[in-house]
């Protein structure tokens, strides 16, 4: 039995119900990120897809690029307590990728790699991954997205904390057990809903 009415609910506790717990709201766009912002080559990047899948992919630039996009527009929330509201990001759909790799019935799980210096990872239930909002996104707010926002390439995965979200992305790993990237290594929660506020590995 619900404490209060829906009727009752008011346009300042809707909007509320918009930010996760913990955060606030920022106007610009904070970079975020460990090491520097690495070199991009269209000539020697690949974006591979590997592991328990039964089409490993290899996509060179020209390949990537032809592949069919779409735009969504999302909230973005960092770990740190920053939101950041409608980003408009457009890229290729994970499932669009998903779709050629041909995931094994036993992949469970996905660990994205960046081609950064500190060899950046981050995992993710393959469920968390394989949905329809989720991007390699290549814009933000109609143009390129920049090299220190993770440009040309990104992951974006709206419904977690930012940092599943990959800058640079060159790799996603198909895995048959879980197994934990650079953040959740060192403290950070595997899952990472906001909502749950699931910031750090001691709440699991
Ligand atoms: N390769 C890489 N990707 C990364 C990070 C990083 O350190 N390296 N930081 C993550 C974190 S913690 C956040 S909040 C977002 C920040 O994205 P932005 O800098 O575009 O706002 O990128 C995520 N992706
Ligand atoms: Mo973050």
Redesign the pocket.
């Given at each position: 039995m619900p404490l209060f009415r829906r009727g009752l609910k008011t346009r300042k506790a809707r909007s509320t119900d918009r930010l996760p717990p913990g955060q606030r709201l920022v106007r610009g766009?904070?970079?975020?990120?460990?090491?520097s912002v690495p070199r991009f080559d269209p000539s020697t990047w690949r974006l591979r897809v590997w592991g328990a899948c039964e089409a490993p992919l290899a996509l060179d630039w020209d390949a990537f690029s032809a592949l069919p996009t779409f735009e969504t527009t999302q909230d973005?929330h960092?770990?740190?307590t920053?939101s950041?509201y409608d980003n408009r990001w457009g890229g290729v759909s994970v499932q669009e990728l998903l779709l050629r790799a041909k995931p094994r019935a036993d992949a469970r799980f996905v660990l994205l790699h960046?081609y950064?210096g500190?060899g950046?990872t981050?995992n993710l239930a393959l469920s968390d991954f394989d949905r329809r909002e989720n991007l390699i996104a290549t814009h933000h707010d109609g143009a390129p997205?920049t090299p220190?926002?993770?440009g040309p390439v990104?992951?974006v995965v709206h419904h977690l904390?930012?940092?599943?979200?990959?800058?640079?992305?060159s790799g996603i790993e198909l895995l048959t057990e879980d197994q934990r990237g650079?953040?959740e290594v060192r403290g950070y929660h595997n899952h990472a809903d906001p909502w749950l506020e699931e910031r750090y590995s001691y709440m699991e």
């Open positions: 766009w904070p970079v975020l990120h460990e090491g973005f960092c770990v740190t920053w950041r960046s950064d500190v950046y981050t997205i220190e926002h993770g990104r992951a904390y930012a940092w599943k979200s990959a800058k640079w992305l650079f953040w």
